[in-house]
């Protein structure tokens, strides 16, 4: 298994500035997501961080908005930029260990944007 | 287009009173189904992987099984902290991880 933290927890943050969301996790994976949950929603995978490279990002999601930093094999950060109210959503960082292929979750860090 | 649809959205139940959450998918090649829990608030808490139909894997009250179209979770004499939101993926052979919209449970006391 994985144990993942997130910094910080909870924000509330103003229309048009930036947040920038910290996961850790206490073994090095080689696989690290980002997703986003808005209010009574499932998952909605944001990208793919990826270790000396850049992000892979899904469809609706772009780097500009969403900028993403992988320096090494146990740490991320997701930054939330220029916000506005619908971007108050869960923020999720989740890693894949090898073998099992099992993905777990961190924490999350709720965003409220007003 | 890999699809998950989990049902029922929401269900009550009476502690003690036992009953079946359900997942159907369609996917290309799967790899692995997995069952989380997710209280409010939280992040999603791994229950069990299954990888092929026939599988079954249990945990406490809960028990989760595969076929080829499906998957069932089982909850068996449910207690009030059982309540959560339970969600259901699929792994397919892109290495992608599909999620269903989830059921949120209910247990009364």
């Known amino acids: 298994s994985a144990v993942i933290s997130q910094k910080p927890s909870r924000d509330i943050c103003q229309r048009g500035t930036s947040l920038t969301i910290q996961c850790q996790v206490d073994?090095?994976?080689?696989?690290m997501f980002w997703y986003r949950q808005q209010p009574g929603q499932s998952l909605t995978l944001i990208a793919t961080?990826?270790?000396?490279?850049?992000?892979?990002?899904e469809s609706g999601f772009v780097i500009d908005k969403f900028p993403i930093s992988r320096p090494n094999l146990t740490f991320s950060t997701l930054t939330v930029s220029n916000m506005s109210p619908e971007d108050s959503s869960i923020y999720l960082c989740?890693?894949?260990?090898?073998?099992?292929?099992?993905?777990?979750f961190g924490p999350g860090t709720r965003l409220t944007v007003l | 287009e890999d699809q998950v649809t989990q049902s029922p959205e929401a269900l009550r139940l009476q502690e003690g009173e036992s009953s079946s959450l359900n997942c159907s998918y369609t996917?290309?090649?799967?790899?692995?189904l997995f069952w989380y829990r997710q209280d409010p608030g939280k992040g999603p808490e791994f229950l069990f992987t299954?990888?092929?139909a026939g599988e079954e894997k249990e945990k406490e009250r809960l028990k989760a099984t595969l076929t080829k179209k499906e998957s069932f979770l089982h909850i068996t004499a449910p207690k009030p902290e059982d309540s959560a939101t339970y969600l259901c993926?699929?792994?397919?052979?892109?290495?992608?991880?599909?999620f269903g919209g989830g059921t949120r449970l209910m247990v009364k006391p």
């Open positions: 989740s890693v894949r260990t090898g073998g099992t292929d099992t993905q777990y």
């Open positions: 073994s090095q994976v080689t696989m």
């Open positions: 961080a990826n270790q000396g490279s850049e992000a892979t990002y």
């Open positions: 996917v290309s090649g799967l790899r692995g």
């Open positions: 299954l990888y092929s």
């Open positions: 993926a699929v792994h397919n052979a892109g290495n992608m991880l599909t």
